[in-house]
């Protein structure tokens, strides 16, 4: 491209809802994310224009990075590489020309969005000068309906910005303009899809895992935390609690009756992850529970289990079916990390015909024989706290 163009990128956001006070918030979140999400990378500045941001390039910022970094940021709606130049009916004609002569084509169009109203001409008759500029130098043929390419201009107080390709962005909201919760993260296929639905409605969250070494091997905790790095992309920071499970499942093992055990299992995990929350500053937990697809997620027994937590407990998976979670854990890059082997701390300790009809007053029965508090004081002592960033 001719390099006397000025190159960036326009990012658009979903306005629905923006009023006020709240808009600012999200545009300011939203362009610290941006600034986050390019760390180490090359860029001008990052700034606020009616209803969109801009993202300065420099002369050597690699656009595949950028593209693959703004892809991954909640809150943007789609995003494309630009150039600017100054309204001047002759410097858009020249400059749409450079832009889409690097593509081929046999039919095009020109989609003009005028927000520069002092501009002499209006929307079609940019359109109508420029599509005949493009149409005599290309031999290509001006095609309103799905042509080949479209040829995008849009003006503003800030210059004429021409491009040809939108690019979707994940949509959400930045995180960060919402409150933090504390997400229990196995190494399985829900978690982290409930954990990245939970992230893109602009909440930060901290992580929890619980692991029952030295029974079961290293894998599930390095798989965990894989995928704490990979959630991080989204949140540019994360900490991750790592629990020692053991204790509190021997205990559970050895003194109650083996139908109750996954409920009790989950109802010290909950008590371990609000204890989190508190020190988080977080206000709810989220889950991968999905109701029925496991004897521990019975709508009896996830009553049984949320019993124990004065914070809400949020479950984005509860309603969809599997192959849904698994299309949309492909997407986001999970899949792969959660079904790498591994041995989940449960396998070891799960009694083969689990209650599943569980109730909470004889889960608070059998539990007031076995001091558990203690045990989960020890057990968040022994926790081991770990710092991720992008
Ligand atoms: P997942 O695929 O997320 O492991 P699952 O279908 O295997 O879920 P369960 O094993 O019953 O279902 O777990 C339900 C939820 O409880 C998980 O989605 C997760 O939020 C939490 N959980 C289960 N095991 C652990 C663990 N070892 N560490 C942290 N959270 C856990
Ligand atoms: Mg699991």
Redesign the pocket.
């Given at each position: 491209m001719d390099a006397a163009l000025e190159r960036l990128f326009l990012i658009h956001y979903h306005e629905v809802g923006l009023k006020g006070k709240n808009r600012s918030r999200f545009e300011n979140q939203l362009v610290r994310n941006i600034e986050h999400a390019l760390k180490g990378v090359s860029r001008g500045a990052v700034r606020r224009i009616t209803g969109r941001l801009l993202l300065e390039l420099a002369p050597d910022t690699p656009s595949d990075i950028v593209r693959e970094r703004l892809a991954g940021v909640f809150g943007i709606a789609n995003f494309s590489e630009a150039v600017r130049v100054p309204s001047t009916i002759e410097a858009i004609r020249e400059a749409a020309w450079a832009v889409v002569r690097k593509a081929r084509f046999a039919s095009f169009k020109i989609a003009t969005k005028r927000a520069d109203k002092s501009f002499p001409l209006n929307s079609n008759e940019i359109n109508r000068d420029v599509g005949a500029c493009v149409e005599t130098r290309s031999q290509a043929q001006v095609k309103m309906e799905r042509p080949d390419l479209t040829c995008f201009i849009e003006l503003s107080p800030q210059g004429t910005f021409i491009y040809t390709r939108k690019i979707p962005g994940p949509g959400g909201l930045p995180v960060g303009v919402n409150e933090r919760a504390v997400?229990?993260?196995?190494?399985?296929?829900?978690?982290?899809v409930?954990s990245y639905r939970i992230m893109k409605r602009g909440v930060r969250l901290a992580f929890?895992?619980?692991?029952s070494q030295p029974y079961t091997d290293r894998n599930?905790q390095r798989n965990?935390e894989e995928l704490v790095r990979l959630l991080t992309r989204h949140q540019f920071r994360s900490t991750l609690y790592l629990?020692p499970?053991v204790e509190i499942q021997r205990r559970i093992m050895t003194d109650t009756p083996p139908g109750y055990r996954?409920v009790l299992y989950?109802r010290a995990?909950f008590r371990i992850a609000e204890a989190v929350a508190l020190r988080e500053g977080a206000q709810a937990l989220?889950?991968?529970?999905?109701v029925g697809?496991?004897a521990?997620?019975t709508l009896s027994n996830l009553r049984a289990i949320e019993t124990v937590t004065a914070l809400p407990v949020l479950r984005p998976?509860s309603g969809d079916n599997k192959e849904e979670i698994i299309a949309e854990a492909r997407r986001i890059g999970t899949y792969e990390i959660?079904t790498e082997p591994y041995e989940?701390?449960?396998t070891v300790f799960v009694p083969k015909h689990p209650e599943t009809r569980a109730d909470p007053e004889t889960a608070q029965d059998i539990e007031s024989h076995l001091d558990l508090g203690a045990l989960i004081e020890q057990t968040l002592n022994a926790t081991e706290v770990k710092r991720f960033r992008l």
């Open positions: 997400s229990l993260l196995s190494s399985g296929i829900d978690s982290p409930a929890v895992h619980f692991h599930s965990t629990v499970f996954v989950r995990m989220v889950t991968g529970e999905n697809q496991v521990s997620q998976l959660s989940d701390c449960c």
